[in-house]
């Protein structure tokens, strides 16, 4: 193979999993009508057509889904392979890219990230700061962050956050009119705040339980927000109760501005984990973001 061939695949599988020219231009650093003509050379190499184009996105004919089958497992090797070279040298080097939502990007990544990045300055970070779940192994990212309860079975995953736990709050003067609810069921007789979800674009039903016992429950209210702050806002403004992580209102509880209600019936479950295939353990920089990463505080407890 001639040293431009490999180039040339490596453009098309770009192209593939970006389904634009216009993003693969972006992520491999050239010119729309340069990355053009390399799919153009490579299609007349072959003598097939592997993307269809139109104007509004790009598709892979059969003999396209075929080659990136084909080329995705290969470049994965060549690149673990070449990730594990690194460890001969005397510094870690590389490029990790990670995928997290805003909150867990800001309170616990990015603090850490830039530690090493100060400490390694061979190393560089990507945070791509998403809601949605991400297929990682699809968008190429080297790792991501979940919940450890909603973390793929078959990825390694490291937790690097305490427990968490969801509280449900109103503020005193909402309290003061419609009074405490002590159980669950009480709640079908007071203003809730729902929460769209941002990744499947449901409403959050409250996950409530004692022991095992566990109950999700469906509330209504007035207003309906898919973002935290502003759910924040709607319940120290009195719209009704809502259901938010104890990291959010903890420091509004303890200023009285809000009152936890039922909270023998928040129970902890499993925080923040990194997720990563296992293709990733050899490389030196990334086994360097893990322990950096990697939480060692006491289960249970909740972050301030």
């Known amino acids: 193979m001639k040293r431009d061939e490999l180039g040339d695949l490596v453009a098309f599988l770009t192209v593939y999993e970006e389904r634009s020219f216009t993003r693969a231009a972006a992520r491999l650093g050239t010119s729309q009508s340069a990355l053009s003509h390399i799919i153009k050379r490579l299609e007349t190499r072959l003598a097939l057509r592997l993307l269809t184009r139109t104007t509004r ?7 396209g889904e075929k080659l990136a089958e084909t080329l995705r497992p290969a470049l994965d090797d060549i690149e673990a392979r070449l990730g594990s070279l690194n460890a001969m040298r005397e510094r870690p080097a590389g490029n990790i890219r990670i995928t997290a939502s805003r909150d867990v990007a800001q309170e616990i990544l990015f ?3 830039r530690d090493l990045m100060r400490e390694y300055p061979d190393i560089s970070i990507e945070i791509a700061v998403e809601q949605k779940f991400t297929d990682i192994v699809a968008e190429r990212f080297d790792a991501g962050v979940r919940l450890g309860e909603s973390v793929e079975k078959d990825m390694i ?5 305490p427990d968490l736990r969801m509280l449900v709050v109103g503020s005193p003067e909402y309290l003061a009119a419609h009074g405490r609810p002590e159980t669950p069921a009480d709640l079908t007789h007071h203003k809730c705040i729902n ?3 941002p990744t499947l674009g449901g409403l959050y039903a409250w996950e409530l339980g004692q022991g095992d ?3 999700n429950v469906r509330v209504e209210g007035q207003f309906i ?13 009195g719209l009704g109760l809502c259901c938010l992580p104890d990291r959010r209102v903890a420091p509004l509880i303890a200023r009285g501005q809000l009152v936890a209600v039922l909270e023998d019936w928040c129970p902890s479950f499993p925080g923040y984990h990194l997720y990563y295939p296992s293709r990733l353990q050899g490389s030196p920089a990334f086994s360097l973001l893990v322990a ?4 060692r505080g006491e289960r249970g407890t909740s972050a301030p």
């Open 57 to 63: 996105n790009v598709a892979p004919t059969e003999a």
């Open 111 to 113: 603090p850490k990230a």
């Open 157 to 161: 995953a490291v937790q690097i956050g």
């Open 195 to 197: 929460l769209r979800l």
């Open 213 to 215: 016992r566990a109950i």
């Open 225 to 237: 927000c898919n973002d935290g702050d502003l759910i924040t806002e709607a319940a120290l403004a």
């Open 292 to 295: 950096k990463l990697r939480w």
